[in-house]
């Protein structure tokens, strides 16, 4: 039940926008977003509950089709600080209720 | 400051030599699990707790245990030690498991078996 993610790296100069997708097989009911940082934990960006719901933190939002199963990050105008591996992640479903699934990870590499 | 802490946060073991990593969280939340990632692979579950004295298998359980003997507390234990299990490994904890919780994670503890 891991989620999908796409593209798996990606190369920006400042100032340029990202989308970064998140895709998944099962029912999605929730998708959380998390940036870690070379070496560190993952840190919470952003959760989308409601299909059709969109997030923004920043320069950085989200939008969830519940109907598509699939979610997507956008980052706008990024920022050296925008680099990282960004995860998304679900709840599993069905037997697998109490599970938390993510996915492999997107690299975003911000150059000056 | 609510925090999630994990000890210790670098080891260097020997295959077979049984070790334990600890798991603290001081927010008074539910659920808490043990995630491993490994380069091109994400995070992927090992273990989780709903509660005190309630655990189950994640998705990559195979050569660890764990217990929750207390609401804050959640080792995780490795028997027998392999090269195969050696990676990065975070202690992550939320108020419960119903959809959209935060995770709070701790900051990673990096084993090597060799």
């Known amino acids: 039940q891991q989620p999908v993610q796409s593209p798996q790296a990606v190369i920006l100069r400042e100032g340029e926008d990202a989308v970064i997708n998140c895709s998944s097989s099962k029912a999605l009911y929730s998708v959380h977003w998390y940036r870690q940082k070379h070496g560190e934990a993952p840190v919470f960006l952003m959760i989308?509950?409601?299909?059709?719901e969109q997030k923004g933190h920043e320069k950085i939002s989200a939008s969830f089709n519940e109907k598509k199963q699939q979610s997507s990050l956008y980052l706008t105008a990024s920022q050296l600080s925008y680099s990282g591996t960004y995860f998304c992640g679900t709840e599993g479903v069905g037997y697998n209720f109490n599970k938390f699934y993510f996915g492999s990870g997107t690299k975003l590499n911000v150059k000056p | 400051e609510a925090q999630v802490t994990q000890n210790p946060r670098y080891l260097i073991t020997v295959t077979g030599k049984k070790l334990t990593v600890t798991c603290s969280q001081n927010?008074?939340?539910?659920?808490m699990s043990w995630y491993r990632q490994d380069p091109g692979l994400g995070l992927r579950q090992i273990y989780y707790s709903m509660n005190v004295e309630v655990t189950d298998k994640g998705d990559v359980p195979e050569g660890y245990k764990v217990s929750r003997k207390e609401k804050r507390n959640f080792p995780l234990i490795l028997e027998s030690p392999s090269p195969n299990q050696t990676s990065l490994y975070f202690c992550a904890s939320s108020l419960s498991a119903e959809f959209g919780n935060t995770i709070y994670f701790g900051e990673g503890s990096w084993l090597t078996v060799v």
């Open positions: 927010m008074n939340h539910e659920y």
């Open positions: 989308l509950l409601k299909g059709g």
